[in-house]
């Protein structure tokens, strides 16, 4: 079975910094894509950013770019997401997710493991 689970979301002021951490079990992720994606209260589920299954690329959603950085650990089943410049817009719950065959980065239906999601809150 395979699982991932998402960690380190929280309460945070605008203007702020907070990491969330993705984490793939069950299965050898070094070969898979990883991607975030976010989910406000009414709206779509919103790409926030990929990276490929080497580390190599990233991509990013127009809104968070240049203030969000996605990243692999050493063990390339961890992914984290580093948001800076925290805004109230920013709040979400952000969910990780897990691609054996990308083809595109920024679509929910190219991503075959998804974890439960953990809550970010940017307070004004």
């Known amino acids: 079975q395979v699982h991932v689970v998402e960690s380190g979301g929280g309460l945070v002021q605008a203007g702020g910094s907070l990491r969330v951490s993705c984490a793939a079990l069950?299965?050898?992720?070094?070969?898979?894509?990883m991607g975030w994606f976010r989910q406000a209260p009414g709206k779509e589920r919103e790409f926030v950013a990929a990276?490929?299954?080497?580390?190599?690329?990233?991509y990013y959603g127009d809104s968070v770019k240049g203030r969000f950085t996605i990243s692999r650990g050493n063990a390339k089943n961890t992914v984290y997401l580093q948001m800076n410049s925290l805004k109230p817009e920013d709040t979400a719950v952000y969910y990780c997710?897990?691609?054996?065959?990308?083809?595109?980065?920024?679509?929910?239906?190219?991503?075959?493991?998804w974890g439960q999601g953990t809550q970010v809150t940017v307070s004004s």
């Open positions: 997710a897990a691609s054996s065959d990308i083809r595109s980065y920024y679509y929910t239906t190219e991503y075959n493991y």
């Open positions: 069950g299965r050898t992720f070094s070969e898979y894509a």
């Open positions: 990276i490929s299954w080497s580390g190599s690329s990233t």
